[in-house]
Structure formats: structure tokens, C-alpha cells
């Protein structure tokens, strides 16, 4: 039977238990390996990066003791935002990028995300593979001997060469008389994001940039976004840039305090570039948890907008399809396809500013173009996650609600796909109702599943 090791973002859990252990760290590097064509005539290379985990070291010796043992070259560049890793596997013309990282997860928790050759996140069929190979026997007989053992090597100028990249997205424009806040939650950019923003001519004001191994995501962040919102209020900052532990993704706070999410950032930079005629079939991609005032704000910009489920693959996959160039998630997972192959915070980050700085005008009149639906989003901790069609009363609130709210509101009950959690998101137009409609669905969800 095969064991299923990967959710919606690679392999996750609780560092040093099952599935994140060093042992398979090290079936997963071999089973990888497996994956590749044969090719004799080419000796195959992988970039490994990870964020600031103490047990990062751990799974990192791991991936490459199993990888080196099939043949192939480790490149090891240490910690580094996964969107780094991304275009590092193409910079490199690697096989595939490996990013040891569980993201806003608190330190105790690790992963494995895995990239293609294209800098793009593992298919379902290639996990699927991985996860095979690991319960045959395959691992037990395919043994390399003598040269035919991979080596690792420590690449040194990664960090440069990434920096670059990004300040290339907006041509290296100046960002001279912008005053920013950054927070880079003690994870995978703190050597890399004051470096960027301050090359540029930026003012910075720097906020957790010192990982300790425990202090990732600790209370800070873009899972925390109000330490940010003080630190521009008294500093009296521009605006404030928040990112997670891998830096894939970004919360924004304007001058004065207000949140500026991942919905508001695909808004600006879809009606920037819809003015500029560079966005793709006047379209973007978001999800099925984007606030309606995305809707109503593209829909007054003669721009289309398509849902996918949540999760940044699901959008990635959907803009590859029909080669769309803008797309992202309301958690900050933006995709500017004409820049990288994943969502990436930093690049997201100054694509804001750069409008910014060309336009004269404040983040807070900016982000103007997009006028918030309230929306309450509940998380509550589940025992078993049993699809909503075997929980009669949970089914019946949910559409109980519906009706209520008809077509001012919305309701999305799903499971996370890397916690035991029911997430309940309501939309509408009056916030006291929604609350009372989220706390009835809560209810019910704890009774059956609590």
C-alpha cells in the first residue's frame, strides 16, 4: 500500500516524528533521484535551501546522504527564501530544488517542498511516484559504488545572485525617499531582504532579522501583521512589509495602519498592468477565499477574474494553463509570472512600492481601488476530517445560511490541508451577521468533529 506523505504543499509535520525525520529525508532524496531520466552522460544535480529551523540541519544531512547515494550532486545554499530555491533550480539548470521549510508553521513543525526543473512546484503525479518508490523495494537494491557517488558542494554566492533577481523585477528602479518597515519573522530572508530593499535606496527600519533556530514565525511575521502596523505607526513609515518564515508570501500594511492582503495587492498590480495593456487576456487568477470587493473592483476595471481552490498550486496551475501572467491568494502567495515561477513576497512587496514611487501617490489612496466585503474567517481543531456530506447538521446550517445571505454573501467551509482544522470563511455585507452566522457553523462543526 502506499503511504501518503504529501498535502497541498509537500510533506509537513512535527520535526523529528513521522513523516519528518532525518530517515525520510534520506528515502525521500533516493526515491527523487529514482524519478530522473536515465541519462549516463549527465551527472544530475539538485539545489537544496531551507529556512532558519534549528532542525533544518537535521533533514537537510538527510535529503543529501539519499540523494548523494543515487548518483547526484547536492547544492547546498542554506537558508533562503523558497522562491530563491525556485529560481535557483533554473539559474542552475538543476534537476529539481528542494526547500526544507513548513512556512507560517511555529518552529517545531519542518517540511519538504519539492521543485521541477522549471522552478515549479512538484505535480500530483510526480508525489504520487516519490511516494511508491519509498515502500518498494527499489531503495533496498539500486546501490551506486566508487565514482558514481554524488557529491554535495556549498554554493557561496547564492544570496547575490538572488538578490539581483529580485531587484530586477522592477529594473532595479529606485526606491530613494521610501521609508519601510520590515519584518522578516526571524526566517529565510533576514540576510537577504535588507540587502534588496536598501541597495534600492529604500530607508529601512528592520524588525526580526535575528533566527535563533526556535523564534521562526514566533509571534511575528505576516501571521502577525500588528507588529508590523506599530512599527509604521511610530516610525511613521511609508509602509510596512510583513513575510513568513520562507518569504513565499507577503501582508503589506499602508501608512496608516491598514492592512493591504494579498486581494489587494493582485487588484493594484492588476489594474497597473491592465493600464500598461501587459495583463494577459485582461485576467487574473484567485481563489474561492478572495474578499468580494475583488470581484466588484475588477469587474469596474473590465477585468475577469477566475477561482480555483485555495492554494497557490491551484493557482499557478491555472495560470500555466492558459499562460495568465498574474495571479495569487488573499494569505499573500502572489504570482507575478512575468518575474518567477512562485509566489514570492519580496518581489510582490516592491512591485507594490515601485507603483508607489512612479504614481507619487500614498499606499493608503492606492489601495482605494478595492473596497473590503467584512469577512470572518474561523479555525476550528478537528479530530478526523470527514467530508461535510456525512455531517448532516454541519450541511444543513451551512445551507441554512446561504439562503440567508443570497447573493450580498458567501459561505466556504473546507479542511486545512496541513492542520487538523475546519476553516469557516462568511462574507457579507453587515459584520455582526456574519459573526453570528460563523459562530453557528463553529457550533455545529464541534459537535461532530471536536
Not at 525556485?86 to 528542494?98: E, Q, V
Not at 480555483?308 to 499557478?316: A, F, K, S
Amino acid at each position: 500500500m502506499t503511504q501518503k506523505l504529501f498535502g497541498t504543499d509537500g510533506i509537513r509535520g512535527a520535526a523529528n516524528s513521522y513523516p519528518m525525520t532525518a530517515d525520510m529525508a534520506m528515502k525521500v532524496g533516493q526515491a527523487l533521484a529514482l524519478t530522473f531520466e536515465n541519462n549516463k552522460k549527465k551527472r544530475r544535480k539538485v539545489i537544496i535551501g531551507k529556512d532558519t529551523r534549528i532542525s533544518g540541519y537535521m533533514l537537510e544531512y538527510g535529503l543529501t546522504s539519499g540523494l548523494c547515494s543515487m548518483g547526484v550532486n547536492v547544492y547546498l545554499v542554506g537558508p533562503m527564501p523558497t522562491p530563491a530555491i525556485a529560481h535557483l533550480t533554473r539559474s542552475f539548470a538543476a534537476d529539481a530544488g528542494i526547500v526544507i521549510s513548513a512556512s507560517h508553521n511555529p518552529a517545531e513543525d519542518n517540511g519538504l517542498k519539492i521543485f521541477t526543473s522549471e522552478g515549479f512546484k512538484l505535480p500530483d503525479k510526480a508525489e504520487r511516484e516519490i511516494e511508491k518508490l519509498i515502500v518498494s523495494d527499489k531503495l533496498k537494491t539500486e546501490h551506486i559504488h566508487g565514482k558514481d557517488i554524488g557529491k554535495a558542494f556549498r554554493i557561496d554566492d547564492a544570496n547575490g545572485r538572488y538578490i539581483e533577481f529580485v531587484k530586477n523585477s522592477i529594473n532595479n528602479n529606485s526606491l530613494k525617499g521610501l521609508k519601510v518597515v520590515i519584518d522578516c519573522a526571524n526566517g529565510a530572508a533576514h540576510n537577504v531582504a535588507k540587502e534588496i530593499f536598501g541597495e534600492l535606496g529604500a530607508e529601512i527600519v528592520a524588525l526580526n532579522f535575528k533566527p535563533d533556530g526556535l523564534n521562526i514565525n514566533l509571534g511575528c511575521g505576516a501571521m502577525h501583521p500588528e507588529v508590523v502596523k506599530s512599527a509604521v505607526l511610530g516610525h511613521q513609515a511609508d509602509l510596512g512589509i510583513a513575510l513568513d518564515g520562507d518569504a513565499d508570501r507577503v501582508i503589506i500594511v499602508d501608512e496608516k495602519g491598514n492592512i493591504v492582503d494579498g486581494d489587494h495587492i493582485l487588484a493594484i498590480a492588476a489594474i497597473e498592468l491592465k493600464e500598461k495593456g501587459r495583463l494577459k487576456n485582461d485576467t487574473i487568477v484567485a481563489t474561492n477565499y478572495s474578499n468580494l470587493g475583488l470581484d466588484f473592483a475588477m469587474k469596474e476595471h473590465g477585468i475577469n477574474v477566475i477561482k480555483t481552490d485555495v492554494g497557490d498550486r491551484h493557482v499557478i496551475e491555472e495560470m500555466r494553463k492558459n499562460n495568465y501572467i498574474l495571479g495569487g491568494e488573499q494569505s499573500g502567495h502572489i504570482i507575478f509570472f512575468r518575474h518567477t515561477t512562485t509566489g514570492d513576497g519580496l518581489i510582490s512587496a516592491l512591485q507594490i512600492m515601485n507603483i508607489m514611487k512612479k504614481s507619487g501617490k500614498k499606499l493608503s489612496e492606492i489601495k482605494k481601488v478595492m473596497q473590503v466585503f467584512p469577512q470572518v474567517l474561523v479555525n476550528v481543531k478537528v479530530k478526523e476530517k470527514k467530508p461535510f456530506k456525512e455531517l448532516p447538521a454541519v450541511s444543513k446550517k451551512i445551507d441554512e445560511i446561504e439562503k440567508k445571505l443570497g447573493e450580498k454573501g458567501r459561505v466556504l467551509v473546507r479542511y486545512s490541508g496541513t492542520e487538523n482544522l475546519c476553516r469557516i470563511m462568511i462574507e457579507g455585507k453587515d459584520e455582526t451577521e456574519i459573526n453570528k452566522h460563523a459562530q453557528e457553523i463553529e457550533k455545529e462543526v464541534k459537535k461532530a468533529l471536536g
